[in-house]
């Protein structure tokens, strides 16, 4: 929807109004907003915390996500190779989700073969042997649950045992009590819902469960119980053991998929996934899959590369170090393949490298608007509110067109955009601070290659803008000009921040509290490692309490 | 532990099945008239996100002079009320006798919330089937605070006709602007994308011979699990704080669904069980296929209620293809304002118009796949076909999505609902037509919410009104039943 955004009618946009409103509900806690954007340039900055403010995350009721089902299960039963149906990551979840929790309990169970030895401590085709039932229900209930079963729990799971075994036999009832464990609330639901309304710290399994969803999406681990247990999170051991979840492995694709979902590469409701973005195959015969494959693989190479070196966001945005494939080389005009340095003056950090753009692109051309969206919306954390009706999705595609008097003219992007967001409609409100921050991205083409001329229309480029409504506000010559300036810029290190806790407390990026963000994005800086970010996330207020709201 | 509860819920809907309990009290909720009806009824919904070939605009058509083009394929040829079908319906001729098109509905609960009087893309899916409030001031995500027409119908058919699924939901998966179909507020409903998976929560375990000793094991197991699970359900809710609590009944309404699956069938004589299809997401394929589940599970009374949700996808199978290259069909959509005489892609006119039409022609066919089979002569009820025992709702969010406008949607009715509904009828619920068909004015005061509010009507209930306030009139469309 957002790629041209032409309006000819007379409608009541008031789009500068719009610019930058937040999207915080009416009732977020805590005192207005430091960075206020509506605020006039020059207002003194307040501070959302005083001495009273006590910082915390929305308490939440939530089931775990698909991703996180499909691990807790492989942990459970020890089993690496079972992969689930479930893929409901609905608010509520659906009747659908619900059948496909059943199945997949179904499907676990019909592999008892193949957990690890141990999940079941006895030979379930064997005579009844209640006592190896009694120490299932409570081994892989303390792991399902994240803490021991409490007696009425245990005595609820030990009655499902008893009267399947008795209705159906020893080796069902095991298979019916895993499968009931499988659906269980206490699994499947994350409850931090509880207690009376108010600020409260989450207890050592609370905070276990929350460290092992965000940096594994799966369960705690046996060490990570056991640090709980024993008290240890709540007493200055919650770094420790963040620190070892994150340099496990198992780290990675949280992290990955941070950033993937950042750059959108996965797809948006506004467009496809890198593996799903269509591309004219006469334009760009050399796109096919394996050339995408290259691309994913390099950013996911140098996320990689740079947070295991104690990289910070800045050396994200500004590396010209990547790792390409021939195909992706001559994508980047260099020979040979391996551990590259892209070349300079053409080429930054992340929003300069294939995948990227190739995601913001149009089937045919590049699309500077959707680029200019995502440096306001995502790195600058600036919303821009929802587009007028009558904005247009048809990509912007330059080439030959018909102008207001009729007549054919031959535009380039750059200037088919200008002509269609600009003049004396009231697209311009919004497309005045859109369009500059997209326009130096204008060298790279729907696949991302750089260009001096354009394709198609063979007119020079043109890259030319304007950072507004940041902190770095001014002149832009190019993209590793806009790459460089996001690298210095607090707002942008502030926004990266904002989307990490977002992740960590599985809490939206507009109902965070403030007062907990401005407290966690004064402790960061432009050496931070990201790595060094995360873990002063973890240790934030906001990771370690929550709020409970009020009854509706 | 064996909740007592649970038992004691258990024997009351076994017991309550029987058509003799049930139907004294249906008389009272439901109105004296449809306790008498007989027949078996169903509802089915067909909707297809993205609008149709429509020339509609803000407040009146577009002539074909501007921007826009000044095509209407979905509108019935003639004005008269005996409806001649449009270029878009032509594959339904056959079945012309048996359908009605309803022209002039606004849905007014996504215009009344929507900033700019319109609908937008969002707003006017989430109340197309609903029309309900939403919890606006959330632009990106508004969700709708009350129920769709097939999930309340449903409901209300499934008490009186109870079947194994109270209601089916089939999906061709693409993109779309948020689903029209909600359970409860805040509670959509997604249905089955892949055929395969369909085949397999449908048709599991349902067989025409003998039980299956295999099988009955599984049912016994599958007890065994939902009555544990419905009593950890119950405790558990009692921990969950009042915001979220509605997640959790939610959960435990779903796995009674799945218990209620386990009861008895009485299939029906006819019933065939349709060979399992292949695992695909092919649109093409998947389409078709969802067709033919649909249509065996009402053969077999294994659902009274189902709806196929057509995502706005692309169609470069037809004979047209995708000469636009467009990435997606809402970009297809959106460029009927740039095809007509003055627009920027006018040279594009007659390649727009070709792959709109076939695109929406095959969505289209599939209505006709489903209209037809349900028309089956070999599958009579009576003197009645299936057909004639069911309405089919086939509508969108928009009529044309390029303008972002949720008015004169595409309505389109087969099906008399067991006789109640007059067929073969054009119904102009646009004054200003009404009174001049050459007219390109457009006024209306019909709303979605009066249309469903008479669906309402043809199940047996006597509500007075459907949805949120947000209609001129409260109660059922004037002339149509």
Same mark, same amino acid.
């Given at each position: 929807?957002?790629?041209?955004?032409?309006?000819?009618?007379?409608?009541?946009?008031?789009?500068?109004?719009?610019?930058?409103?937040?999207?915080?509900?009416?009732?977020?806690?805590?005192?207005?907003?430091?960075?206020?954007?509506?605020? /006039?340039?020059?207002?003194?900055?307040?501070?959302?915390?005083?001495?009273?403010?006590?910082?915390?995350?929305?308490?939440?009721?939530?089931?775990?996500?698909?991703?996180?089902?499909?691990?807790?299960?492989?942990?459970?039963?020890?089993?690496?190779?079972?992969?689930?149906?479930?893929?409901?990551?609905? /608010?509520?979840?659906?009747?659908?989700?619900?059948?496909?929790?059943?199945?997949?309990?179904?499907? +676990?169970?019909?592999?008892?073969?193949?957990?690890?030895?141990?999940?079941?401590?006895?030979?379930?085709?064997?005579?009844?042997?209640?006592?190896?039932?009694?120490?299932?229900?409570?081994?892989?209930?303390?792991?399902?649950?994240?803490?021991?079963?409490?007696?009425?729990?245990?005595?609820?799971?030990?009655?499902?045992?008893?009267?399947?075994?008795?209705?159906?036999?020893?080796?069902?009832?095991?298979?019916?009590?895993?499968?009931?464990?499988?659906?269980?609330?206490?699994?499947?639901?994350?409850?931090?819902?509880?207690?009376?309304?108010?600020?409260?710290?989450?207890?050592?399994?609370?905070?276990?469960?929350?460290?092992? $969803?965000?940096?594994?999406?799966?369960?705690?681990?046996?060490?990570?119980?056991?640090?709980?247990?024993?008290?240890?999170?709540?007493?200055?051991?919650?770094?420790?053991?963040?620190?070892?979840?994150?340099?496990?492995?198992? +780290?990675?694709?949280?992290?990955?998929?941070?950033?993937?979902?950042?750059?959108?590469?996965?797809?948006?409701?506004?467009?496809?996934?890198?593996?799903?973005? $269509?591309?004219?195959?006469?334009?760009?015969?050399?796109?096919? +899959?394996?050339?995408?494959? *290259? $691309?994913?693989?390099?950013?996911?190479?140098?996320?990689?590369?740079?947070?295991?070196?104690?990289? *910070?966001?800045?050396?994200?945005?500004?590396?010209?170090?990547?790792?390409?494939? +021939?195909?992706?080389?001559?994508?980047?005009?260099?020979?040979?393949?391996?551990?590259?340095?892209?070349?300079?003056?053409?080429?930054?950090?992340?929003?300069?490298?294939?995948?990227?753009?190739?995601?913001?692109?149009?089937?045919?051309?590049?699309?500077?608007?959707?680029?200019?969206?995502?440096?306001?919306?995502?790195?600058?954390?600036?919303?821009?509110?929802?587009?007028?009706?009558?904005?247009?999705?048809?990509?912007?595609?330059?080439?030959?067109?018909?102008?207001?008097?009729?007549?054919?003219?031959?535009?380039?992007?750059?200037?088919?955009?200008?002509?269609?967001?600009?003049?004396?409609?009231?697209?311009?409100?919004?497309?005045?601070?859109?369009?500059?921050?997209?326009?130096?991205?204008?060298?790279?083409?729907?696949?991302?290659?750089?260009?001096?001329?354009?394709?198609?229309?063979?007119?020079?480029?043109?890259?030319?803008?304007?950072?507004?409504?940041?902190?770095?506000?001014?002149?832009?010559?190019?993209?590793?000009?806009?790459?460089?300036?996001?690298?210095?810029?607090?707002?942008?290190?502030?926004?990266?921040?904002?989307?990490?806790?977002?992740?960590?407390?599985?809490?939206?990026?507009?109902?965070?509290?403030?007062?907990?963000?401005?407290?966690?994005?004064?402790?960061?800086?432009?050496?931070?490692?990201?790595?060094?970010?995360?873990?002063?996330?973890?240790?934030?207020?906001?990771?370690?309490?929550?709020?409970?709201?009020?009854?509706? | 532990?064996?909740?007592?509860?649970?038992?004691?819920?258990?024997?009351?809907?076994?017991?309550?099945?029987?058509?003799?309990?049930?139907?004294?009290?249906?008389?009272?909720?439901?109105?004296?008239?449809?306790?008498? @009806?007989?027949?078996?009824?169903?509802?089915?919904?067909?909707?297809?996100?993205?609008?149709?070939?429509?020339?509609?605009?803000?407040?009146?058509?577009?002539?074909?002079?501007?921007?826009?083009?000044?095509?209407? !394929?979905?509108?019935?040829?003639?004005?008269?009320?005996? &409806?001649?079908?449009?270029?878009?319906?032509?594959?339904?001729?056959?079945?012309?006798?048996?359908?009605?098109?309803?022209?002039?509905?606004?849905?007014?609960?996504?215009?009344?919330?929507? @900033?700019?009087?319109?609908?937008? !893309?969002?707003?006017?899916?989430?109340?197309?089937?609903?029309?309900?409030?939403?919890?606006?001031?959330?632009?990106?995500?508004?969700?709708?605070?009350?129920?769709?027409?097939?999930?309340?119908?449903?409901?209300?058919?499934?008490?009186?006709?109870?079947?194994?699924?109270?209601?089916?939901?089939?999906?061709?998966?693409?993109?779309?602007?948020?689903?029209?179909?909600?359970?409860?507020?805040?509670?959509?409903?997604?249905?089955?994308?892949?055929?395969?998976?369909?085949?397999?929560?449908?048709?599991?375990?349902?067989?025409? %011979?003998?039980?299956?000793?295999?099988?009955?094991?599984?049912?016994?197991?599958?007890?065994?699990?939902?009555?544990?699970?419905?009593?950890?359900?119950?405790?558990?809710?009692?921990?969950?704080?009042?915001?979220?609590?509605?997640?959790?009944?939610?959960?435990?309404?779903?796995?009674?669904?799945?218990?209620?699956?386990?009861?008895?069938?009485?299939?029906?004589?006819?019933?065939?069980?349709?060979?399992?299809?292949? %695992?695909?997401?092919?649109?093409?394929?998947?389409?078709?296929?969802?067709? @033919? &589940?649909?249509?065996?599970?009402?053969?077999?009374?294994?659902?009274?209620?189902?709806?196929?949700?057509?995502?706005?996808?692309?169609?470069?199978?037809?004979?047209?293809?995708?000469?636009?290259?467009?990435?997606?069909? !809402?970009?297809?959509? !959106?460029?009927?304002?740039?095809?007509?005489?003055?627009?920027?892609?006018?040279?594009?006119?007659?390649?727009?118009?070709?792959?709109?039409?076939?695109?929406?022609?095959?969505?289209?066919?599939?209505?006709?796949?489903?209209?037809?089979?349900?028309?089956?002569?070999?599958?009579?009820?009576?003197?009645?076909?299936?057909?004639?025992?069911?309405?089919?709702?086939?509508?969108?969010?928009?009529?044309?999505?390029?303008?972002?406008?949720?008015?004169?949607?595409?309505?389109?009715?087969?099906? %008399?609902?067991?006789?109640?509904?007059?067929?073969?009828?054009?119904?102009?619920?646009?004054?200003?037509?009404?009174?001049?068909?050459?007219?390109?004015?457009?006024? %209306?005061?019909?709303?979605?919410?009066?249309?469903?509010?008479?669906?309402?009507?043809?199940?047996?209930?006597?509500?007075?009104?459907?949805?949120?306030?947000?209609?001129?009139?409260?109660?059922?469309?004037?002339?149509?039943?």
């Amino acid at each position: 929807m957002r790629t041209s955004w032409c309006i000819a009618l007379l409608l009541p946009v008031a789009c500068m109004g719009r610019i930058g409103d937040p999207v915080a509900p009416e009732d977020a806690p805590g005192t207005p907003r430091a960075d206020d954007p509506k605020a /006039p340039p020059g207002t003194p900055v307040v501070s959302a915390c005083d001495a009273e403010s006590s910082p915390a995350s929305p308490a939440t009721t939530r089931a775990l996500t698909p991703t996180q089902y499909e691990n807790a299960v492989r942990d459970l039963l020890q089993d690496p190779g079972f992969t689930p149906t479930f893929d409901d990551a609905a /608010p509520v979840l659906t009747e659908r989700g619900v059948r496909q929790l059943r199945n997949d309990a179904e499907a +676990a169970v019909e592999r008892r073969g193949l957990w690890g030895a141990g999940v079941i401590p006895c030979d379930a085709t064997g005579p009844v042997d209640d006592a190896c039932a009694s120490e299932v229900i409570a081994r892989l209930g303390r792991l399902a649950y994240r803490r021991s079963l409490t007696s009425e729990e245990a005595a609820w799971l030990d009655g499902v045992y008893r009267s399947a075994r008795d209705e159906l036999g020893f080796e069902d009832a095991v298979d019916v009590v895993v499968q009931v464990l499988l659906q269980s609330p206490g699994f499947l639901y994350v409850n931090e819902a509880t207690g009376a309304p108010g600020v409260r710290a989450l207890d050592d399994h609370e905070l276990a469960t929350r460290l092992a $969803m965000f940096l594994w999406n799966s369960i705690p681990d046996e060490a990570l119980l056991v640090a709980a247990e024993s008290g240890e999170l709540t007493s200055g051991g919650l770094r420790d053991q963040a620190k070892r979840l994150l340099e496990s492995p198992r +780290a990675e694709p949280t992290i990955q998929r941070f950033f993937a979902e950042w750059l959108a590469l996965n797809g948006t409701p506004l467009h496809d996934s890198l593996e799903a973005a $269509m591309k004219d195959a006469e334009r760009f015969p050399e796109y096919d +899959a394996a050339l995408v494959r *290259s $691309m994913r693989a390099e950013v996911e190479h140098l996320v990689r590369d740079v947070v295991s070196d104690g990289g *910070s966001l800045s050396d994200l945005l500004t590396t010209r170090r990547a790792h390409v494939d +021939a195909a992706l080389a001559d994508l980047y005009g260099l020979e040979g393949e391996g551990d590259v340095e892209l070349p300079e003056g053409e080429r930054a950090g992340l929003l300069t490298r294939a995948a990227f753009l190739a995601v913001y692109a149009s089937p045919d051309v590049q699309s500077p608007i959707r680029r200019g969206v995502f440096v306001i919306e995502e790195v600058l954390c600036r919303p821009l509110g929802e587009p007028p009706p009558n904005a247009n999705d048809v990509p912007v595609t330059g080439g030959t067109v018909y102008d207001e008097m009729g007549g054919e003219v031959v535009r380039s992007v750059r200037q088919d955009v200008e002509a269609r967001t600009g003049g004396g409609g009231t697209c311009v409100a919004c497309h005045s601070v859109i369009n500059p921050a997209g326009f130096p991205f204008e060298h790279y083409d729907a696949i991302g290659r750089f260009r001096e001329r354009e394709l198609g229309t063979d007119l020079p480029i043109d890259t030319a803008g304007q950072l507004t409504y940041s902190d770095v506000n001014g002149p832009i010559a190019d993209a590793v000009e806009l790459s460089a300036t996001l690298a210095g810029s607090k707002q942008v290190r502030d926004c990266f921040t904002k989307r990490w806790l977002s992740t960590a407390t599985a809490t939206p990026i507009e109902h965070l509290d403030r007062c907990a963000v401005e407290r966690l994005t004064a402790r960061i800086d432009a050496n931070t490692s990201v790595t060094d970010l995360i873990l002063d996330v973890i240790e934030s207020e906001a990771f370690s309490h929550v709020v409970q709201q009020e009854a509706p | 532990m064996k909740s007592l509860e649970n038992s004691g819920r258990r024997a009351f809907l076994r017991g309550a099945c029987g058509a003799a309990l049930a139907l004294p009290l249906l008389e009272l909720t439901h109105g004296k008239a449809f306790a008498q @009806q007989s027949a078996t009824l169903r509802f089915l919904t067909f909707f297809e996100h993205g609008g149709t070939l429509s020339n509609m605009g803000t407040r009146s058509f577009y002539d074909g002079t501007s921007k826009h083009h000044g095509l209407d !394929h979905w509108r019935p040829s003639s004005p008269s009320e005996a &409806l001649e079908l449009g270029p878009l319906m032509a594959s339904l001729e056959p079945f012309k006798a048996k359908l009605n098109v309803v022209q002039g509905i606004d849905n007014r609960a996504a215009m009344a919330q929507d @900033q700019y009087g319109r609908g937008g !893309h969002r707003l006017s899916n989430v109340t197309s089937l609903t029309c309900a409030t939403t919890t606006s001031p959330e632009p990106d995500r508004p969700t709708s605070l009350g129920p769709s027409i097939d999930q309340v119908v449903a409901d209300r058919l499934n008490a009186m006709q109870p079947a194994r699924f109270t209601n089916l939901h089939l999906r061709v998966n693409g993109h779309n602007y948020g689903t029209p179909y909600f359970r409860a507020a805040r509670e959509a409903v997604s249905g089955e994308a892949n055929p395969r998976a369909a085949f397999d929560s449908i048709f599991a375990g349902v067989t025409t %011979s003998g039980p299956d000793p295999e099988q009955v094991r599984l049912q016994s197991r599958r007890q065994s699990v939902l009555d544990g699970l419905l009593g950890g359900y119950t405790a558990f809710k009692a921990k969950v704080g009042a915001s979220d609590r509605h997640r959790i009944d939610a959960h435990f309404e779903h796995l009674r669904a799945l218990e209620r699956e386990l009861e008895a069938v009485d299939l029906t004589p006819s019933c065939v069980v349709p060979d399992r299809p292949e %695992s695909t997401t092919s649109a093409e394929v998947v389409g078709p296929l969802q067709v @033919q &589940l649909i249509v065996a599970a009402i053969r077999c009374g294994l659902t009274n209620v189902a709806n196929l949700q057509i995502a706005d996808i692309l169609t470069p199978w037809t004979t047209a293809g995708t000469p636009m290259n467009q990435p997606r069909g !809402h970009s297809l959509g !959106h460029q009927a304002r740039e095809v007509g005489p003055t627009g920027a892609d006018a040279a594009k006119h007659d390649g727009w118009v070709a792959e709109m039409s076939d695109n929406r022609k095959w969505r289209m066919g599939l209505m006709k796949q489903l209209v037809e089979a349900l028309d089956d002569p070999d599958f009579m009820e009576g003197d009645r076909t299936i057909l004639d025992n069911s309405l089919v709702l086939y509508t969108s969010e928009f009529s044309n999505a390029s303008q972002h406008v949720a008015r004169n949607l595409p309505i389109l009715l087969a099906g %008399s609902a067991g006789g109640q509904l007059s067929t073969g009828r054009n119904l102009e619920y646009n004054t200003v037509r009404a009174a001049d068909p050459s007219s390109n004015g457009y006024d %209306s005061t019909a709303s979605t919410h009066n249309l469903y509010t008479s669906i309402l009507h043809l199940f047996g209930g006597d509500d007075d009104h459907f949805g949120n306030d947000d209609a001129p009139s409260r109660g059922p469309l004037a002339g149509l039943i």
